[in-house]
């Protein structure tokens, strides 16, 4: 019999990243007692909007740091850079939002070193990461040592041991130089001329002002572990969480990047280096079996994602894929310069309806200005999901966004979504998992009829249109999984609860 008192739940994201878990998270937030993490690190950026109208985004801290009586964990599946959690707390206090003593982040955690991020910077463009160091610090883990010594620095081992961490670094820093000198000369190239202080230097003095600055960081990154120590904020027993869940303590896991993304289930190498559905972020948020709650995932109602990679049913297919990745960016200004909504809406070519779609909704990358590739609903893959990841309760995002079919003439202005797929010819039952597949796949479209009224203002999910109500139905029908809220616009009160 368990002896299990509280419980942690988690909500997910189902899609490729940019769900709006935040703000699901930061609602539900309220009725437990510690939010915590589990997975990655600074590469998350979850947008919270304050009940006075501010916006700010939480990267490595969990949401709940917006509420002043939640305990806050970062556990020991997750990445820690420490100057940049030092950064993010900064942030935060000058936006009144002060961490104090709830701050808990467990010294098993792996530490995301400034040569970590210098490397992902140089070699990270192939796959487009966030350029935070978060592959290179996940690498070190799994493989622990190598011929310097520690490649995997928790934080315990920056704690116990400063002097040999900032020697072992030092060390690592001549082998990359040599690195730079000798394989990724181009990379360096190109690196220093997207930096505002490199890009007029010789790749000579380049290479010095670069190592000045990784000296400085290496210490910088010492003695930010060392202020964490001095704050209190370091838990150095494993059983903290589950010694408060023993206690009762309400616990919500937020998961950091998304299900299409993760490392195992995403399509490689357009990944992050961390498992992001809800058994990875409980484990790595050390939460032992017996107190997993329920999961929550968060899908949007039409897909989208930024950055390379298969994307099954993209409005405008490969020519989608090439034009969202140009350089430059062709962002929200240049695209509201470029074309006309009405006119794009009048094509029968799914490209231009999917720019038309991007606009309307706004799907640019809160950081980068990135244009977002958009895709109807796949529920075809949310199935799947659902019953891989035990999924109890789906939020839909951006519910309102599906009236934009209806100005379209493609579909007659009804509501796509992916039911199906064709492999060869065959119909198949499965998510494939190599890139090469996904690019053949031949998505089978079903039409949910159009619904013609902007929904932004219903403030309860009974009054939506009976088009709207019988889509999220349909979706909750194919998923076996129940529908907990629907989005109806970005503001706070217009996550709704599924009553309908
Ligand atoms: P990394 O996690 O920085 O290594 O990046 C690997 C891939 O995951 C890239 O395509 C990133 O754009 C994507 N990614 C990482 N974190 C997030 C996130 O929080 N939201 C959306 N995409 C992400």
């Not at 950026?45 to 964990?73: C, F, M, Q, W």
């Not at 589950?242 to 937020?254: D, F, I, M, P």
């Not at 309102?400 to 209806?406: E, I, N, P, Q, V």
Request: aromatic share 6%; net charge negative.
């Amino acid at each position: 019999m368990s002896l299990a008192r509280g419980s942690a739940d988690c909500i997910v994201g189902l899609g490729w990243g940019d769900e709006g878990k935040g703000r699901v998270v930061h609602k539900r937030a309220r009725g437990y007692e510690i939010c915590g993490r589990g997975n990655g690190g600074s590469n998350a950026g979850h947008t919270l909007v304050l009940k006075d109208g501010r916006k700010i985004v939480v990267h490595a801290l969990p949401s709940g740091v917006v509420y002043p009586d939640k305990e806050l964990y970062i556990g020991s599946g997750c990445v820690v850079n420490p100057i940049k959690v030092l950064a993010e707390i900064a942030d935060l206090r000058a936006n009144d939002i002060e961490v104090g003593d709830r701050l808990h982040i467990s010294v098993l955690a792996t530490t995301v070193t400034p040569l970590h991020v210098l490397e992902d910077k140089l070699t990270g463009a192939a796959i487009g990461t966030t350029g935070n160091g978060i592959g290179q610090a996940y690498t070190g883990k799994v493989m622990r040592s190598d011929e310097l010594g520690l490649t995997n620095l928790r934080v315990s081992d920056v704690l116990s041991d400063p002097q040999r961490v900032k020697n072992l670094l030092h060390q690592r820093w001549s082998a990359l130089k040599i690195a730079i000198l000798e394989k990724y000369q181009a990379l360096f190239i190109l690196y220093c001329r997207k930096q505002e202080s490199l890009k007029e230097l010789s790749p000579d003095f380049a290479l010095e002002a670069v190592e000045k600055q990784v000296l400085s960081d290496i210490d910088s990154f010492i003695e930010s572990v060392k202020v964490m120590s001095r704050q209190g904020w370091l838990e150095r027993n494993a059983g903290w969480m589950n010694s408060q869940l023993a206690k009762g303590k309400r616990v919500l896991g937020e998961g950091a990047q998304a299900i299409g993304i993760d490392v195992t289930y995403g399509v490689h190498p357009y990944v992050t280096s961390s498992n992001a559905g809800p058994g990875a972020v409980l484990v790595g948020m050390d939460v032992a079996p017996q107190f997993m709650g329920t999961v929550t995932g968060v899908i949007k109602a039409i897909a989208s994602r930024v950055g390379n990679g298969p994307f099954v049913g993209e409005f405008g297919g490969e020519e989608s894929e090439k034009y969202c990745a140009a350089d430059p960016v062709p962002g929200r200004v240049v695209e509201q310069a470029r074309y006309q909504i009405a006119t794009l809406l009048r094509s029968k070519n799914p490209m231009e309806v999917g720019i038309a779609l991007r606009m309307l909704g706004d799907e640019y990358g809160a950081t980068t200005g990135r244009p977002r590739r958009l895709a109807p609903l796949n529920v075809h893959k949310l199935q799947q999901d659902v019953a891989i990841h035990g999924i109890d309760d789906i939020v839909i995002t951006k519910l309102d966004r599906l009236a934009d079919f209806s100005g379209a003439e493609l579909w007659h202005g009804d509501i796509p979504v992916i039911a199906g797929y064709e492999l060869g010819g065959e119909e198949i039952d499965y998510e494939p998992t190599t890139e090469s597949e996904l690019r053949q796949v031949v998505s089978r479209l079903e039409l949910h009829p159009r619904f013609l009224k902007d929904i932004s203002g219903i403030t309860n999910s009974a009054d939506l249109p009976l088009q709207a109500q019988a889509f999220v139905r349909a979706i909750a029908e194919k998923t076996r999984a129940s529908i907990s809220a629907v989005g109806v616009g970005p503001g706070r009160d217009q996550l709704l609860d599924w009553a309908a």
